[in-house]
């Protein structure tokens, strides 16, 4: 079974509007961190944010802000105010377990297009 | 820029082959980690290593090895390379705190073609 669900390819999205990255996870361990990652065509990985498990509050940084559902097991990525640099695949990952040992799982990914 | 260095950028090699990809992490990062990023599999968790240690082992071939030097810096070899190997791979540093929160910086990546 797949630990980490991103269930759209692809997304166009108008600039200036909000963008919902979609993210299901699949664990048993009670401790686990969640992360959105962005990959531009140039091809590096950049991180965006982090959210524990065991954190009361959503995470943001900047204009991205983690949906957080625990009992859902869902991890969202909202994109706020859109701009034409935010197209790039976007993948969310899972850490399970939070000792030193544990790696980090990848989604499929979900390539976003922002038209201007 | 991530702080996190790889060589070669990229590497055209024939099947049958080895290459050796190199890894220098950030300056402090105890933790490297390799992944391979194809078409068909996404990205890939290889291998880990914690302070010259293996850590944990992903879907990594026994023809791909890899070992993390004592000045931290890591290599990652491929042999008997096939069509299928084609990839882009990239290393990742972490500093390690033991418990939470342990963000993973990647460094640009290797895009390697087997012809």
């Known amino acids: 079974a797949q630990k980490i669900t991103q269930t759209q390819p692809g997304m166009f999205v108008q600039e200036k ?15 686990y961190g969640l992360f959105w990652y962005k990959q531009p065509s140039s091809g590096e990985m950049i991180f965006l944010i982090y959210q524990g498990s065991y954190d009361q509050q959503n ?58 | 820029d991530s702080g996190v260095t790889q060589t070669p950028k990229h590497l055209i090699t024939a099947t049958g082959q080895r290459v050796t990809l190199r890894c220098s992490p950030r300056s402090g990062d105890l933790s490297v980690y390799w992944y391979q990023q194809s078409l068909d599999q996404g990205l890939q968790f290889l291998i880990h290593y914690y302070n010259g240690e293996e850590r944990a082992k992903g879907n990594i071939l026994e023809r791909f090895s ?50």
């Open chain 1, 17 to 31: 509007e909000a963008v919902t990255l979609d993210c299901t996870y699949d664990t048993s361990d009670p401790s």
């Open chain 2, 66 to 115: 890899a070992q993390q030097f004592p000045d931290l810096h890591s290599e990652l070899n491929l042999s008997s390379l096939e069509l299928g190997d084609s990839a882009l791979y990239f290393c990742a540093s972490s500093e390690d705190y033991g418990r939470g929160y342990n963000e993973q910086f990647f460094g640009p990546g290797t895009r390697l073609t087997v012809l």
């Open chain 1, 59 to 116: 995470a943001t940084e900047g204009r991205y802000s983690l949906n957080f559902q625990k009992a859902r097991k869902s991890a969202n990525l909202v994109i706020s105010a859109s701009q034409l640099g935010d197209s790039a695949m976007y993948f969310c990952a899972m850490r399970e377990g939070l000792n030193r040992d544990d790696k980090i799982i990848f989604g499929k990914g979900t390539r976003l297009h922002i038209l201007p």
